[in-house]
């Protein structure tokens, strides 16, 4: 449905977009996830028609889009303050891309009641925008943005200025809806746990260039790089001398999973994979705090002074959680270690 051949933009001396490389199949829904300033946005206005690329090729359904203006590019857009019109009833909102491609007004009315259901809305046509709450919002926007049937619909942040247990709710029935519908989309997001949970498949940017991609599970269990690795919250790396089965580190010998590449030159430690002992056995600590990090399995995040090397964050159940400044050892879960290379 959409490729991107090695996309190139350039602002000046600044590289936004570095040879971009992206596939997304019909109806897969792909979430490009990376800090800010790593080209998201502008990966986005490139794929519209908003932003010209310097080099490199868009393709949409095989075709390149080189000169087709964004309303011709049968892309649906919804951005990060879903700019509704203030002065249009909700139903005026809805409509407008559909009045904008010449549909006429009862074939309108019919698909605006249509979407409105959809996104969980049935009958708000007539409400003023400025009283709905920022969830409402959010699916009129959506309702919006689909109501035209676009072939690729893209979402920069979508709820990024929603509270986060309503932001949970929607991304479920968003990718509930999307998978109903059979919409192709493109979404980007600076939030992991977002994209994690809307995505088939994820694209980590770092500085204009892609620096992983894969099904959420994936990149999750196998980080690519340090880089990825700390984007996803895990800040247990090391520097690592890979030797056979296992790397010396300034946290102690640490066992590899089979098979890791010798180009491996540091590792991850999963906090899960740090399992607390006592003070006698593997890599003395001290617990210097601790965190409850709730769930069903009542989690606790305890942060470890080692004797050696950086911090260390174990996770462990808040039964078996020391206390602040306990002397504990740590032992290793050659499982949970995740080589990375740069
Ligand atoms: N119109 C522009 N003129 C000059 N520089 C720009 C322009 N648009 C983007 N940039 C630069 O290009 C780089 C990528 O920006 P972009 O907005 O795509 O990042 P992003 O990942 O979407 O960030 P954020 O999450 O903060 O929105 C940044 O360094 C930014 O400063």
Sequence with gaps: MLRLDEVTVRFGDRTALDAVGLDVAERETVCVLGPSGSGKSTLLRVVAGLQRADSGRVLLSGRDQAGVPPHKRGVGLMFQDHQLFPQRDVGGNVAFGLRMHGMGRSAARARVAEL?????????????????????????????????????????????????????????????LFHRLGTTVLAVTHDQGEAFALADRVVVMRDG????????????????????????????????????????????????????????????????????????????????????????????????????GPALEAACSLREAPEEGAEVGALFDPAEVVPLAG
Excluded: Y
């Excluded at 009958?123 to 689909?146: C, M, P």
């Excluded at 072939?151 to 709820?159: A, G, Q």
């Excluded at 895990?234 to 999973?257: H, I, M, Q, S, Y």
């Design 209 to 308: 260039r892609v620096a992983q991609t894969g099904t959420p599970l994936a990149v999750w269990q196998r980080p690519a790089s340090e880089f990825v690795a700390r984007f996803l919250g895990f800040d247990n790396v090391v520097p690592a001398t890979v030797r056979a089965d296992a790397a010396e580190t300034a946290w102690g010998k640490v066992a590899l999973p089979a098979g890791t590449s010798p180009d491996a030159d540091r590792v991850l430690i999963r906090p899960t994979g740090v399992r607390l002992t006592g003070p006698g056995e593997g890599l003395r600590c001290t617990v210097e705090a601790r965190s409850f990090r709730g769930g069903s399995g009542s989690s606790v995040t305890v942060l470890l002074r080692p004797e050696s």
């Design 116 to 176: 409105l259901a959809l996104v969980g809305l049935p009958g708000a046509e007539r409400r003023a925008v400025t009283t709905l709450s920022g969830g409402e919002q959010q699916r009129v926007a959506l309702a919006r943005a689909l109501a035209p049937r676009p072939r690729l619909l893209m979402l920069d942040e979508p709820l990024g200025q929603l509270d986060r247990s309503l932001r949970e709710r929607l991304v479920v029935e968003l990718r509930g």
